[in-house]
C-alpha cells in the first residue's frame, strides 16, 4: 500500500508540474527501498501520459507540458545514479537527435516533441537551436541515433531541412537513420520534395510518426 501511495504520488506530481516535488518524491523511493525503474514506471511515467493525452485533447496547454516534462526529467535525474549503480536500463524504444535548423531560434514546438517523445520511452538528444548541419551530423554519428528530427519555423530558414538531409548523405549516414521534419512552412509535400522520411504538424502526431518509423527500420 505505500508504494501503491507513492506511485500515485509521483504521477500526480508529474501531473501538476512540480519539479520539487518530484525530486522529493524520487528520493523518497529510493530510501523505501523503491526500485528506480519501478519508480519511473509505475510512478512518473503514468503522470506523463495522463498530461500528454490532455495535450492532445486539448485539455492542457503547452505551459502544462512544459513544466510536466521538467517534472519528469528532474525525476529521472534523480533515479539515475541508482540505475547506473544497479546497472538497470530503462527499455528505449529508440534514440532521437533533434533541434531546430540553423539561422533559426524558435524553440518552443521542437522542446514540445522532445518532452513527448522523453515521456514516451525515447533517449533524446535536445541540441536546441540554430543547429548547423555540421553538429546534426555529428551527434547523430556519435549516438548512433535512430530518428533525426528538424524543426524549421521560417520560410527563409526551412531550406536547411534539406541541407542537413544532403549533409547526412555525404557523410554516409542517410542510410542508418530516419529523418523527421516539422514546423509551420513545413508540409508532406515539403518532406518528400526532400527525401525525409515523415512529417509531424503537432508534438501528439511527431510521437506517433516516430514510433512507426522505428518499427519499420
Given amino acids: 500500500m505505500a508504494n501503491e501511495r507513492l506511485h ?26 523503491i526500485e528506480p525503474l519501478e519508480a519511473i514506471d509505475r510512478g512518473f511515467k503514468p503522470g506523463m501520459d495522463v498530461v500528454g493525452d490532455g495535450f492532445a485533447n486539448g485539455e492542457l496547454f503547452i505551459p502544462d507540458l512544459m513544466m510536466s516534462g521538467e517534472a519528469m526529467k528532474v525525476a529521472i535525474a ?26 533559426d531560434i524558435h524553440e518552443i514546438g521542437k522542446t514540445l516533441v522532445a518532452t513527448m517523445l522523453t515521456a514516451n520511452g ?67 509535400e515539403w518532406a518528400r520534395e526532400i527525401g525525409a522520411d515523415g512529417y509531424a504538424d503537432t508534438a501528439t502526431e511527431a510521437v506517433e510518426v516516430v514510433k512507426q518509423l522505428v518499427a519499420a527500420s
Fill in 122 to 188: 525515447f533517449e533524446v538528444y535536445d541540441l536546441g537551436v540554430d543547429v548547423p548541419s555540421e553538429q546534426f551530423i555529428a551527434k547523430v554519428r556519435e549516438v548512433d541515433a535512430d530518428v533525426l528530427g528538424l524543426s524549421a519555423l521560417l520560410t527563409t530558414t526551412i531550406f536547411h531541412q534539406e541541407a542537413v538531409i544532403q549533409s547526412l548523405k555525404e557523410a554516409g549516414l542517410r542510410d542508418q537513420v530516419k529523418v523527421i521534419i516539422g514546423g509551420v512552412p513545413a508540409d508532406l
Fill in 8 to 33: 500515485q504520488e509521483m504521477a500526480q506530481a508529474v501531473i501538476d508540474g512540480l519539479p520539487d516535488r518530484a525530486r522529493n518524491l524520487a528520493e523518497e523511493a529510493l530510501t523505501a527501498g
Fill in 78 to 103: 534523480a533515479l539515475e545514479p541508482e540505475l547506473i549503480k544497479r546497472k538497470q536500463e530503462r527499455q528505449v524504444m529508440g534514440k532521437v537527435v533533434i533541434g531546430t535548423v540553423q539561422g
